[in-house]
């Protein structure tokens, strides 16, 4: 498998960077994941994108928001809660995105290349919405990543 065209997901430079200036190895990290290293390795290369609870654990340990990891803000400094994923809050943040958009299950299922299905599974806390999905969202409706996980109050980037 080719390298992704990761740069859309994350700002894989900032992961490199923050491990690199805590003296940390990729082993290191992958232990502190509870993965392989060669999985940590995928992750910080762009070969595979790094799973939402992953990422929100590597934002708790270095203390940056989700924001910046995933290059949506320059803003390193994190105004946000360190905590686990509640499925819960999620769905009901995208599910007010999708409402404060007039978008129906159908069209934001369109706009992400998913089934309406996938989008009430997400919403209703049934399923943690995947990385590129979280990061399509931010993006497309300059939403906070740590708001829409629930990890702070501003909404906006």
Not at 35 to 54: A, D, M, N
Not at 119 to 144: M, R
Request: aromatic share 8%; charged share 25%.
């Amino acid at each position: 498998m080719g390298k992704l065209i990761y740069g859309d997901y994350m700002n894989l430079e900032r992961l490199i960077i923050l491990r690199e200036k805590s003296d940390l190895y990729q082993k290191d990290i992958a232990k502190i994941l509870n993965v392989s290293q060669q999985t940590y390795s995928t992750w910080e290369v762009g070969t595979k994108i790094i799973p939402l609870k992953h990422l929100n654990k590597l934002s708790n340990y270095f203390n940056v928001s989700l924001d910046y990891l995933t290059g949506l803000s320059d803003k390193k400094e994190k105004e946000v809660i360190n905590k686990d994923l509640d499925r819960k809050v999620i769905g009901q943040n995208i599910k007010l995105i999708r409402k404060e958009n007039n978008l129906t299950l159908r069209s934001l299922a369109k706009e992400l290349n998913t089934t309406s299905s996938t989008i009430s599974a997400y919403e209703t806390g049934k399923t943690l919405i995947l990385t590129a999905f979280a990061y399509q969202i931010c993006k497309k409706y300059k939403i906070s990543m740590d708001w829409l996980l629930g990890k702070s109050n501003n909404k906006k980037i």
